[in-house]
């Protein structure tokens, strides 16, 4: 019998997870702690066994779209695969959009849901994402103060019942743009008393939940976000007829395959404005904004998964007459990446932790600043790293990173849109942007900074003046560039500077609470040797225009 390869297994993903626990212990109440912990080792349970072999199993299915009944009426219906069904049904069980609005734990709530959610992602089929619109839809409505609405659509949004759960979608995507959404050339006209919606939307998620938030133009609106307006809208009638929606296709993507995500006309769609008449960017801005936060979370979970199999099979498979564990060259490769995993998962929750506060009206004075900077700073961050650790293990299977029926090239696929949707890393470098004009620059995270390394000293007070020495940096950059051209040429190197930056100094003070040999300590050393800083002084806007050949576009008629 010649030699088989044992496959990578994983165990209790909560259990396994150092970094998850050393946080909870670190950040939660110990009695809050310790009620919510049987809950994560159920989800760590599930998640690392029978979820991950549903999804294993059921890997290959797709939904699928039937657009017309036996008898030629139109029915757009989307089937979804076996592991959707499931994953639904357990995350209103569990509570993942509802933990937060029940508020058992008042401003630790969103720490409990997104450490289940952390959980529960990497094995989920990406149902997180219809689970991170609907709690954007929830949260939106809200804060809106549209009282029918909240009466109507927060305890289904809400609900743990399966049976009368729904999920919402995030309707933006237009042909005329995915990033610049104020050009968006849907319609809302007044029939009577009810606003109709007349348009195309390109990308639409989760296309079978059951609402949407949407935003469309009112007639006779002026051109522009603030044009827009917010409108809610329900997928079905009372009778389960499509609600003035025709289903054109579903996208044949890259990654996130059990995702349903259709193109479809608006005709005359039955609608609400959610917040008045305009400003309809701003108003959709909350949902973002929990999207965005959902993403890092799902970003620092898939790496963590990619991580969990790579180090289960560097240790039991051998090659030059030993496991591959014991290679100094592979050892250094994965403990690079260990790092990474842990600066964003750090980044990440003290976005997460500052929501819950805000939610709880506990913010301290400044930190709603705060929250609004981190908030496009995590995104950008962990996309970025996701794909990087997605990648790296990948290749520390070898050949077999590269063949499908292992389910790894899913890890990657599934990493790559992690940037890209929710806003690109350009996009969200832009927002940050904007976010330090409305705050008024940078000092709230350079307070963050000064925060987190206040005591530590010995290696950590090392890593610390790394990750000050970085956030300098950025500031003095800020304060010199010359014009809005330079500043935004050089916002996404900025951008990724102070995400960099923070994530080492979160890993200081983290581990600054930490005893002596615990992973995190040698985590933030390593992650401080990294280089943070990649933004540059003298970066010509015109010399990256020359090296572009200043194109000047084709005329459309001589496009092939
Ligand atoms: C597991 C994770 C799953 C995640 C779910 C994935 C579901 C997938 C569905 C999608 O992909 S939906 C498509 C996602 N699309 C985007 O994210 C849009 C990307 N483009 C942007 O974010 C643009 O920057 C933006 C559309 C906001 C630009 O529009 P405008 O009209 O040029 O914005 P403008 O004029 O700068 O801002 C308008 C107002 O909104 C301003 O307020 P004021 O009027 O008071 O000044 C801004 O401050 C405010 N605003 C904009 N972005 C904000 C914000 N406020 C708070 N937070 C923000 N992020």
New binding site residues.
Partial sequence: MSFIQAPPVLGNTFESDVVLRAFLGNHLPAEVFREIEPSLREMGALSGGPLHELLREDEASVPTLTSWDPWGRRVDRIELTRLWKETLRISAEKGLVALPYERRHGAFSRLHQFALVHLF?PSSG?T??????TD?AAKTILVSGNADLAARALPRLTARDPARAWTS?????ERIG?????ASETVARLEGDTWRLYGTKW????TTSEMAMTLARPEGNPP???G?ALFYLETRDEAGNPNGLAIHRLKDKLGTRMLP?AELDLVGARAVPVKGLS?G???I??M??M??T??A??AVSGMRRALDLARDYAAKRAAFGGPLLDKPLHAETLADLEALYAGAFLLTFRVVELLGREENDALSEGEDALL?IL??IAKLTTGKQAIVVASEALEAFGGAGYVEDTGLPRLLRDAQ??P?????TN??A??LL??LT?VGGLSPVEQEVSRCLAGAGGPLGSAGRSASGAVRHAAAWLSRVPDATALEAGARRFALTVGHALEAALLVAEASRLPDGHPLRHAAARFARFPLDSIRDDAPLEEARALLGAAEPVPAERVP
């Avoid at 979608?169 to 995507?173: A, D, E, K, L, S």
């Avoid at 995915?178 to 104020?182: A, Y």
């Avoid at 990308?203 to 989760?206: E, H």
């Fill in positions: 992602e990406v997180s994402c219809p689970l991170a619109m954007g979608g995030q309707w933006m995507t995915g990033s610049d959404v104020g990308f639409t998620s989760a522009g976000g603030k827009l995500t400003n960017v701003k108003n801005a909350t973002l904004n999207t965005r959902w993403n979370v799902a609004r908030t496009p849109v992690l890209l949707w929710e806003g690109t996009v969200l832009l927002d904007r976010a409305k």
